[in-house]
């Protein structure tokens, strides 16, 4: 996974050594297509590439600093009010920033209403949370912290504890010159650090790069599938697979999902489109986490979802064969990088209690 180190600048490049360069016999294997064929499939791998930089905003630009509190935060569980739950208890790195389980643990052990979503490539995310409530990643990542279901803390008591480590009021001083430790800049530190997590490159992009040999026939096929019979790409587009939008696709659930923000008809039981990279490493699937594998999300899809009038009008039946199903499987599988862990950071001491010298 790239992630930005503490000792860089803010200026943030992805690694693009790790692009594979076009071999000749590669080369020869495109050459084999005919000239329309080849330039209907270089125009449709376009569509793919990565970008080049990760976007901060304006009110909240890049820092070393910035960041390497925000990881300090993330991994903290004196984030929520008993002490004991992480940003990274649910958003665990080693579960792609899941936690693997179909509905999300809260404070007290409460199952939550939804699936945890992943946090990787929030940075390029506009309406966040899967019905889209949270208008910036800023206060998306205040928001579990003070919901009395998940991390159940109140923010002016959080400043309060933090205050009272020195490391912490250091860190937030060299972090925002001027103004310190705030409720808004906890979020602005964790919303740092989360636009850092990004993943590495896949096999797919070192295809779409020019290496043929990347990704097998059958993911090739799966490609073509995705993009045309199977109708993936739909919602499932751009570099980070995802249209960022919210759809209704039919499941039998009754969460009203984006309705409850936009009352509007087609935002009923509509959700936000998850990214597929590291898909085959975020089982279960859906807001709910209903569908157990991949193998059960494809089903779903070609079955064209439960008819109702806010189902999403790219919702319909695909009737794809076994074959072309597990041909868009191992294309997705495709969209899997090798990321390494980051290393959990050492997180600052709270002040002890002083003890009366013995008489």
């Known amino acids: 996974m790239f992630r930005i180190a503490v000792s860089t600048v803010a200026a943030v490049v992805f690694a693009a050594s790790h692009i594979a360069t076009v071999h000749a016999a590669d080369t020869e294997s495109v050459a084999a297509l005919g000239p329309a064929a080849q330039q209907s499939l270089a125009a449709l791998k376009a569509k793919y590439q990565r970008p080049t930089s990760i976007p901060f905003p304006s009110d909240n630009p890049y820092s070393v600093e910035k960041a390497q509190l925000g990881q300090?935060?993330?991994?903290?569980?004196?984030?929520?009010?008993?002490?004991?739950?992480?940003?990274?208890?649910?958003?665990?790195?080693?579960?792609?920033?899941?936690?693997?389980?179909?509905?999300?643990?809260?404070?007290?052990?409460?199952?939550?209403?939804?699936?945890?979503?992943?946090?990787?490539?929030?940075?390029?995310?506009?309406?966040?949370?899967?019905?889209?409530?949270?208008?910036?990643?800023?206060?998306?990542?205040?928001?579990?912290?003070?919901?009395?279901?998940?991390?159940?803390?109140?923010?002016?008591?959080?400043?309060?504890?933090?205050?009272?480590?020195?490391?912490?009021?250091?860190?937030?001083?060299?972090?925002?010159?001027?103004?310190?430790?705030?409720?808004?800049?906890?979020?602005?530190?964790?919303?740092?650090?989360?636009r850092t997590i990004v993943s590495n490159v896949a096999p797919f992009d070192r295809w779409i790069a020019g290496d043929e040999s990347a990704i097998s026939p059958a993911a090739k096929r799966g490609f073509d599938l995705f993009n045309n019979k199977a109708n993936c790409a739909a919602c499932h587009s751009g570099w980070n697979f995802t249209d960022g939008a919210f759809h209704d696709i039919g499941l039998p659930s009754q969460d009203v999902g984006r309705y409850k923000e936009l009352s509007l008809p087609s935002m009923m039981h509509a959700f936000k489109t998850p990214t597929l990279r590291d898909v085959d490493r975020r089982g279960p699937y859906m807001h709910d986490g209903s569908l157990k594998t991949l193998v059960d999300v494809m089903r779903h899809y070609n079955g064209g979802g439960i008819q109702r009038p806010s189902l999403s009008g790219d919702m319909k039946k695909l009737d794809l064969t076994k074959a072309e199903i597990a041909d868009v499987i191992a294309f997705m599988q495709t969209l899997t990088s090798d990321d390494p862990l980051p290393q959990v950071p050492r997180l600052p001491v709270a002040p002890q209690p002083r003890r009366e010298a013995a008489r």
């Not at 920033?97 to 699936?115: E, S, V, Y």
């Open 72 to 194: 300090m935060l993330f991994f903290d569980p004196r984030m929520s009010g008993d002490n004991y739950i992480a940003c990274a208890s649910c958003h665990n790195p080693a579960l792609s920033w899941g936690d693997g389980l179909p509905r999300g643990i809260g404070t007290g052990m409460t199952k939550l209403a939804r699936r945890t979503p992943t946090v990787l490539n929030l940075a390029w995310a506009e309406l966040l949370m899967w019905d889209g409530r949270k208008p910036s990643l800023e206060e998306q990542a205040l928001g579990p912290i003070q919901t009395d279901v998940e991390m159940n803390q109140n923010l002016d008591d959080l400043v309060k504890e933090l205050s009272a480590i020195d490391e912490y009021k250091l860190r937030f001083t060299m972090a925002f010159p001027g103004e310190g430790l705030t409720g808004p800049n906890i979020g602005k530190a964790i919303a740092t650090f989360e």
